[in-house]
């Protein structure tokens, strides 16, 4: 089947607007982050390419902007745009009312070193002062601190999403990340091998912050909290695996002091104490658990010097009453490599309740999958089997002018038949259009079965240069069933 269409015919009409942002490139614009944050105004971005800039206590000074590496959803880009404080200070400081929109993007933060009480500066990004940036998809390793080694939050609100926070060090709170004060928001991130004396992965200290779908792991507390501290604060914790941490004396998952939070959806397994409460410890706390998994801490799951948890629909290695509590071993995956998921015979699957859980699970899998919620972190999704449809023999450029052939194979992996019955085509970027490709009878696979098309598209004379993205999807009854797609430079 040759597929054609006349793509790009009518591109001209259907130009974006043309308020753009300026992008100021560091090194080749502005040799420093901060100099290129000094000459940007609001909704600029600065693009910081990969190398490696010795600055500290960068200054974002109020501004609506963009700061950013060059990809900041491929880890190896972000490892190879480091930014290193040289044990100067703090690397990032946000003080001067940053909103939402002043973003941080993309970068590895390392070499940071906060002050401590009572001036108080995390190792790698300070937020103070009711600063409230949004920092994603970065890299926060190797900074030190009094408390806060990666991130230190005090009466500010920041959104810290996709970020990895490893091996930063305080002598006192929050190895990875102390709030104080400070309402922040924590999701999808991986907190790993921090140490502190309170709190190795996170100390919340007289707050409420939000934390979910983390990866809270292989932290250490050396008095406490190997995790989790909470110290007068009632953060929402949800969808957080929370294992493999050390909370030296007490606490190895958790430690609460006249705290109450509610934490649901959460599985705390192969923490370790040198005493007992590998699971969590509570002082004047009374904390409520649903749907989480307690399995495999050392020195017993509970150690409740005072206060009155409670759980429901938990699964507590040794029994808790509550409930719908069970005491079964949940069936990780892998539980001696670090793969908490459940397996298909986990008796957690389908046994929690829907009153408090999330619309989505530890990976983004939707939740409930099955016929319930499941106890724990992960809920057990096996993702159905379709066709796939893989774009290539794309080139890189195009003249304007040329004709763009590429390839484009559907293939069914599956063991049963499957169709399609319509595949269109987008392009987006300086100009934009569709195109159907195939609209007609079902084009059936049998389980193996693939097939490659040649696309063919003219590039119209009058398209504007830039780079474009196009996009190929198939459908049944209207419906996507998979899509694929690629970007190219249009050029003279
Ligand atoms: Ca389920
Ligand atoms: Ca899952």
Not at 240 to 254: L, W
Request: hydrophobic share 35%; proline share 5%; charged share 15%.
């Amino acid at each position: 089947m040759q597929i054609r269409s006349s793509l790009f015919a009518g591109a001209a009409l259907a130009l974006f607007g043309s308020a753009v942002a300026t992008t100021i490139n560091v090194p080749g614009d502005v040799a420093t982050i901060q100099g290129a944050i000094s000459a940007a105004s609001a909704g600029d971005v600065v693009a910081v390419h990969p190398g490696t800039y010795l600055e500290h206590q960068i200054d974002f000074m109020g501004k609506a902007i963009r700061v950013t590496g060059t990809d900041p959803t491929n880890p190896q880009v972000v490892a190879a745009t480091v930014v290193d404080g040289q044990a100067a200070g703090t690397v990032f400081y946000f003080h001067r009312g940053e909103t939402r929109q002043s973003v941080l993007a993309g970068l590895t933060i390392t070499g940071g070193l906060g002050e401590g009480y009572p001036n108080n500066r995390a190792g790698g990004v300070t937020c103070r002062d009711n600063s409230s940036p949004t920092i994603e998809h970065c890299l926060i390793r190797n900074n030190a601190a009094g408390g806060g080694g990666g991130i230190y939050a005090k009466d500010s609100a920041p959104l810290v999403t996709d970020c990895k926070i490893q091996n930063n060090q305080v002598e006192f709170r929050g190895g990875g990340i102390y709030c104080h004060l400070a309402p922040m928001e924590i999701a999808r991130c991986t907190i790993v091998d921090n140490i502190a004396a309170f709190g190795g992965g996170i100390t919340c200290n007289d707050c409420m912050p939000q934390i979910h779908e983390c990866d809270i792991r292989g932290n250490y507390g050396s008095t406490g909290g190997g995790g989790i501290v909470c110290a007068a604060a009632n953060p929402s914790i949800v969808n957080c695996m929370i294992v493999e941490n050390d909370g030296g004396a007490a606490g190895g998952g958790f430690s609460l002091a006249q705290s109450n939070p509610l934490i649901s959806n959460c599985t705390i397994a192969n923490n370790i104490v040198s005493s007992s409460g590998g699971g969590a410890f509570f002082s004047e706390s009374s904390p409520t658990f649903v749907n989480c998994i307690f399995w495999g801490d050392a020195g017993g799951e509970f150690d409740v010097y005072s206060g009155t948890p409670t759980a429901n629909y938990c699964d507590i290695q040794g029994g808790f009453s509550g409930q719908g509590n069970i005491q079964n071993d949940p069936r990780f995956v892998a539980p001696a490599t670090g793969d908490f998921h459940i397996q298909p015979t986990s008796p957690c699957v389908d046994r929690g309740t829907a009153m408090t859980a999330p619309s989505i699970d530890f990976d983004g899998d939707p939740r409930p999958a099955g016929s319930g919620i499941d106890i724990g972190a992960d809920e057990l999704f096996t993702a159905i089997c379709d066709l796939q449809l893989t774009l290539s023999d794309y080139p890189a450029t195009i003249p304007r002018g040329d004709r763009l052939v590429f390839k484009a194979t559907v293939a069914n992996s599956c063991d049963s038949s499957l169709d399609f019955d319509s595949a269109a085509l987008s392009v987006t970027g300086p100009a934009e259009t569709q195109q159907s490709l195939y609209d007609g009878a079902p084009i059936l696979f049998a389980p193996g079965a693939q097939s490659t098309y040649t696309v063919g598209l003219q590039v119209p004379l009058t398209v504007p240069l830039g780079g474009y993205r196009v996009a190929v999807g198939i459908y049944r009854s209207g419906e996507l069933v998979d899509n694929d797609d690629f970007t190219i430079q249009v050029v003279e």
